[in-house]
C-alpha cells in the first residue's frame, strides 16, 4: 500500500501565514502539522512509501523539511508543478497525477496534509480490508449539525455503505462529514481518471468526486472517535493549538 498526503494547496485563507508557507508545515506544538499525519502512517505496516503532493511554489521548503523528518518509511515528494492558487489542480486532480506521475498501482491510502486527528488508521485499514474491493472513506461527526455546511456530509446504511453525499450543503441533513481521508483500492484507481474526463468543470472539493463516484461502485464510511482539526482557517488552526497546549 502507498500513502499519499495532499499539501499541494496555496491556503489563503490563513493569509498571511501561507503566503509564502505551505499550510502543512505550520506548527502545532512546536511541530509541523505534517508531521503528526507522518506518525498516523508510520503505524500502518501496510505502508511501504508516503508521498507528499505539494506545487512548485513550495517544493523546496517541503525538501527541506523531508531532510528533517524522522520516519523508517520513505518519502517521496511530488511537485503538481502549479504556481498559484489559480491554476492549482485541486484534491482529486492532485490524486490523478500523483498515480499518474508515480505509476501508482497499490492500494492507496489518501489524506489531506491539513488534518489532525486522534483515531487509529489501523481500524480504518481493517475496516476497509472487510469491505474489500470497495472504496472507503473517512468520517467524524461533529457536535454541531449547523457546523457540517462546510464540509462534505454523508448519509450511512446499517451496514456502513455511504447512500447520499453532499458537498457543503446549505441545510445538513447530519452531523457526519467526510475528513479528507480516503482508502483507493488498487482495482479503483482508475476511476480516479475517469472522474476527471467526466467532470464538466473544475472541482476543487473532493466532495464532488465522492457523490459521483457512490453511483458508481460502492463507497463505506467509517466513523472516526477522538478529536478532529481541518486546518482550514485561523479560527480552526487556534482551536487546534489550544488543543495541543
Not at 493569509?15 to 508531521?35: A, D, W
Request: overall charge positive; glycine content about 6%; proline content about 4%.
Amino acid at each position: 500500500m502507498k500513502a499519499l498526503i495532499l499539501a499541494a494547496g496555496y491556503a489563503t485563507r490563513l493569509y498571511p501565514l501561507t503566503k509564502e508557507y505551505p499550510k502543512p508545515l505550520l506548527e502545532v506544538k512546536g511541530r509541523p502539522i505534517i508531521n503528526y499525519i507522518v506518525d498516523q502512517l508510520e503505524s500502518v505496516s501496510d505502508i511501504d512509501e508516503i508521498y507528499v503532493v505539494t506545487n512548485n511554489k513550495f517544493i523546496g521548503v517541503f525538501r527541506k523539511w523531508a531532510k528533517t523528518i524522522k520516519t523508517p518509511k520513505k518519502i517521496t515528494l511530488i511537485n503538481d508543478l502549479t504556481k498559484n492558487n489559480q491554476d492549482r489542480l485541486g484534491s482529486i486532480g492532485d490524486i490523478d497525477f500523483a498515480i499518474t506521475r508515480k505509476k501508482i498501482k497499490d492500494d492507496l491510502l489518501v489524506v489531506g496534509g491539513d488534518n489532525l486527528f486522534d483515531g487509529r488508521l489501523k481500524d480504518f485499514l481493517s475496516f476497509a480490508k472487510r469491505n474489500s474491493p470497495a472504496v472507503n472513506i473517512g468520517l467524524y461527526r461533529l457536535k454541531q449539525k449547523k457546523d457540517a455546511s462546510r464540509y462534505g456530509v454523508a448519509g450511512l446504511d446499517v451496514h456502513k455503505k455511504v447512500t447520499s453525499f453532499k458537498e457543503k450543503p446549505r441545510h445538513p441533513q447530519s452531523a457526519l462529514v467526510a475528513m479528507c481521508l480516503y482508502i483507493i483500492p488498487r482495482t479503483c484507481l482508475k476511476l480516479v481518471r475517469e472522474y476527471m474526463r467526466d467532470r464538466k468543470n473544475k472541482i476543487d472539493a473532493a466532495g464532488g468526486y465522492i457523490a459521483w463516484l457512490k453511483d458508481r461502485t460502492d463507497v463505506y464510511g467509517y466513523v472516526f472517535d477522538g478529536f478532529w482539526f481541518d486546518i482550514g482557517d485561523h479560527k480552526y488552526l487556534n482551536a487546534a493549538k489550544e488543543k495541543f497546549a
